[in-house]
């Protein structure tokens, strides 16, 4: 079944192929809207790719900059990895399976100067999810 963006079927939830397109289609940002579009896009599916903060940051750093006042988009071969990155990182996505509360969970915390994150797993077949 297809719901907000996702197909969600009894094997778990995972980002709707269509709209991953849209994604994987977006040229190179060339303003700093464009960089603003593509985060939107991306944050979106930001539950299903591992370490998206981080990966995103060069990206997240331009709109910081817009900000204080300039407004002159300035790519990178920073930005550059990490608009390609999350493009491929969205296009091979996990699925997320639905919790077993019979089952222990796995908490997975991560923190860096610029970025914190946090995931709940599980192990299904020798397989974190």
């Not at 940051?57 to 407004?71: I, K, M, T």
């Not at 493009?87 to 019979?102: C, D, G, Q, V, Y």
């Amino acid at each position: 079944m297809r719901y907000l963006g996702q197909i969600i079927t009894q094997n778990g939830i995972k980002p709707d192929p269509d709209l991953i397109k849209s994604v994987t289609n977006f040229p190179q940002p060339k303003k700093i809207k464009d960089v603003q579009s593509f985060l939107g896009l991306t944050g979106y599916y930001r539950r299903f790719i591992k370490d998206y903060s981080k990966i995103a940051e060069p990206l997240l750093q331009q709109l910081r900059n817009s900000q204080q006042g300039n407004h002159q988009l300035k790519w990178s071969k920073e930005c550059t990895n990490a608009f390609e990155t999350l493009k491929k990182r969205l296009t091979n996505a996990p699925i997320m399976n639905t919790p077993n509360f019979e089952q222990p969970f796995i908490l997975e915390l991560d923190a860096c100067e610029y970025g914190l994150g946090a995931i709940l797993t599980q192990e299904y077949d020798e397989n974190k999810y």
